[in-house]
């Protein structure tokens, strides 16, 4: 079911805010995908359509897959499911390293996930302009 990113409706956005694990595909150089289980934070007032983000180790395979996709983005989704309810976010993703992108993505985990992730300096974050959304929350 598609989802309107201009207005994602309360029980969509509420379900990306609840505590799930969630999945990110990326592509490998040679066009397969990459589905990693990852922690996703969705702010829908992140830009006209939205953003999702993702914190990693700067030397992670979804970051090589990410950056060998070139300045314009990579092509990704993110996916959370919960019984019956899923969810799917998809955009054009890009790495960004600049501390207080970082310090803002951490603390955005922290409060979805309900933990703060123990220091890192080789994290970063893979900043997801949203294209599409799907689901059924």
């Known amino acids: 079911m598609a989802i309107d990113?201009?207005?994602?409706?309360?029980?969509?956005?509420?379900?990306?805010?609840?505590?799930?694990?969630?999945?990110?595909?990326?592509?490998?150089?040679?066009?397969?995908?990459?589905?990693?289980?990852?922690?996703?934070?969705y702010d829908p007032d992140g830009g006209a359509r939205g953003v999702a983000r993702v914190i990693t180790n700067k030397h992670s395979r979804k970051v090589a897959n990410v950056l060998a996709a070139g300045s314009d983005g990579a092509r990704v989704a993110v996916c959370q499911v919960a019984a019956g309810r899923w969810a799917t976010l998809e955009g054009l993703a890009v790495v960004r390293t600049e501390p207080d992108v970082v310090a803002d993505a951490v603390a955005r985990y922290a409060e979805r996930y309900g933990r703060t992730p123990t220091p890192n300096p080789d994290r970063v974050v893979i900043e997801i302009t949203l294209t599409r959304a799907m689901g059924r929350a």
């Open 5 to 41: 990113l201009r207005d994602p409706g309360a029980s969509y956005v509420s379900f990306w805010r609840e505590r799930h694990m969630c999945t990110l595909t990326t592509h490998r150089p040679d066009g397969s995908p990459h589905v990693v289980p990852v922690g996703v934070t």
